[in-house]
């Protein structure tokens, strides 16, 4: 592990482990065929080990592991070519959500699968550009052409007020060390009040059928 690796590892934001946590409890069919969209560095592969075509997408390739460059809002693929599209933590930086919407179930089969997380109550962050913050109403709007669609919040207020505090001061942020705490608080809150819904969680999982 590379220190920068390690570094985000000690010091992760409650975002980031939130997003983990939530991908790790999933219990997925064997997708034949999946599509990542926004794959960066690709820490996705263990949620898809039977799949027979497994491509990753990106705006920037990075050697080794983008198989192809190309744009979310215009996804360089035949119709219905995939069983399952996953996207994490990349609609808040697309120009249109509504548009990638509609180019994700174009490429999915019928009875296909598009996984997503976003954030909502979490500082602005740029990759390159970030342009939106989505409730779960929205979510449930811009994919309402999908025939089934499920959003859970991640996280509530204590996850929210760890990430914005840590922040806080761009930058130069005083409070950054802070973030070390963001492992008790990842764990404690979902014990305590992990059946109460939350009006201003950290962000969203969303998990919708063709």
């Known amino acids: 592990m590379n220190p920068k690796s390690l570094f985000r590892r000690l010091f992760p934001t ?15 069919p064997d997708f034949e065929s999946v599509l990542i969209v926004g794959a960066g560095y690709d820490p996705y592969r263990s949620l ?3 799949a ?18 190309g744009d979310a809002l215009a996804l360089p693929f035949e119709t219905e070519r ?17 548009l990638f919407a509609q180019e994700a179930a174009r490429v999915l089969k019928p ?15 740029g990759d390159p550009h970030d342009y939106w913050r989505l409730t779960d109403q929205g979510l449930m709007t811009a994919f309402k052409h999908f025939t089934k669609v499920e959003v859970k919040p991640l996280g509530n207020s204590i996850h929210a007020i760890s990430d914005l505090l840590t922040t806080a001061f761009n930058p130069y942020p005083l409070f950054f060390p802070l973030r070390v705490f963001n492992h008790l608080f990842v764990v404690i ?22």
Request: with cysteine.
């Open 82 to 98: 995939f069983n399952c599209l996953f996207a994490s933590e990349l609609l808040e930086h697309v120009e249109d959500p509504f």
């Open 48 to 50: 898809f080990p039977r």
């Open 189 to 210: 809150p979902r014990k305590m009040v992990g059946r109460l819904e939350s009006k201003a969680p950290s962000g969203y999982i969303l998990i919708g059928t063709k």
């Open 14 to 28: 409650a975002h980031r482990l939130l997003v983990e946590r939530a991908l790790r409890s999933l219990t997925l």
């Open 111 to 125: 009875g296909g699968t598009i996984i997503l997380t976003v954030p909502f109550m979490f500082h602005r962050h």
């Open 52 to 69: 027979k075509e497994y491509i990753r997408l990106d705006i920037q390739p990075i050697p080794g592991i983008t198989d192809v460059v």
